[in-house]
Nanobody
Framework: QVQLVESGGGSVQAGGSLRLSCAASGYTYCMAWFRQAPGKEREGVAGFYTGGDSAYYDSAYYADSMKGRFTISRDNAKNTLYLQMNSLKAEDTAKYYC?????????????????WGQGTQVTVSS
């Protein structure tokens, strides 16, 4: 089992920044951020190849609509994933989830992630 604990959410005005953190326990091959706004489906934000046995180890990937303002990174020593969010907009308001898997990476299908955090709320006011 992998336990994921997110932190860093909160309320911010449009144009502001937030950094989300996700601390993981145990081995992961892939970690990613998703978000879900009320009444909408969960969507992928950014992912990171965390497994040392992957040809893409230590590389990031982004959903097309998230490129530019969001940056994903990882602290290997702390086994922690980060999401730096800049120039936030009201439409970024959502609950942000950290997800992990031990076998697959590169996909936005939620079924491909076996482990999920409890989520952290991000609210952007205009």
């Amino acid at each position: 089992q992998v336990q994921l604990v997110e932190s860093g959410g909160g309320s911010v005005q449009a144009g502001g920044s937030l950094r989300l953190s996700c601390a993981a326990s145990g081995y992961t091959y892939c970690m990613a951020w998703f978000r879900q706004a009320p009444g909408k489906e969960r969507e992928g934000v950014a992912g990171f190849y965390t497994g040392g046995d992957s040809a893409y180890y230590d590389s990031a990937y982004y959903a097309d609509s998230m490129k530019g303002r969001f940056t994903i990174s990882r602290d290997n020593a702390k086994n922690t994933l980060y999401l730096q969010m800049n120039s936030l907009k009201a439409e970024d308001t959502a609950k942000y989830y950290c997800a992990a898997d031990r076998r697959r990476c590169g996909s936005w299908h939620t079924d491909n992630f076996d482990f999920w955090g409890q989520g952290t709320q991000v609210t952007v006011s205009s």
